[in-house]
């Protein structure tokens, strides 16, 4: 037997008040439910569930670097700076070749985790 999909990542954050808002309303990523007296609270993206939560000891503090996809990196890029998202690296070209281009920008949450975001763009020479 082995092992099936990612079902859930976790994110560390410190302030799920300022974590939520980011990630439900700036990224745009479905609010799920926020656990009563607990600091958790949980996100849909895709099949995947992102849950966002204080660890309990240092031994479940995450570093994660997730990857986001989008339809269109150029406008998601514009709608984040306009929203007041800092991004580290804007839409760039990381890899290319005989069908495709992928295409990444780099930004982060407001506990300092990696985040990006992703395109792949068949190249002209493809689409044709």
Excluded: C, K
């Excluded at 990224?27 to 439910?33: A, T, V």
């Amino acid at each position: 037997m082995a092992l099936g999909p990612v079902g859930q990542i976790h994110i560390s954050v410190s302030d799920l008040d300022r974590s939520i808002p980011f990630y439900r309303d700036v990224l745009g990523i479905p609010f799920l439910f926020r656990v009563p007296g607990q600091p958790m609270a949980f996100f849909q993206s895709g099949d995947v569930r992102l849950y966002l939560g204080q660890p309990e000891s240092p031994r479940f503090q995450s570093n994660v670097l997730l990857y986001f996809t989008v339809d269109d990196i150029a406008a998601e890029y514009d709608r984040l700076t306009a929203a007041g998202v800092t991004i580290d690296e804007p839409p760039h070209v990381v890899h290319r070749d005989e069908a495709s281009e992928l295409w990444m920008a780099f930004l982060t949450d407001p506990d300092g985790q990696n985040l990006a975001i992703m395109q792949n763009r068949l190249t002209p020479r493809a689409g044709a």
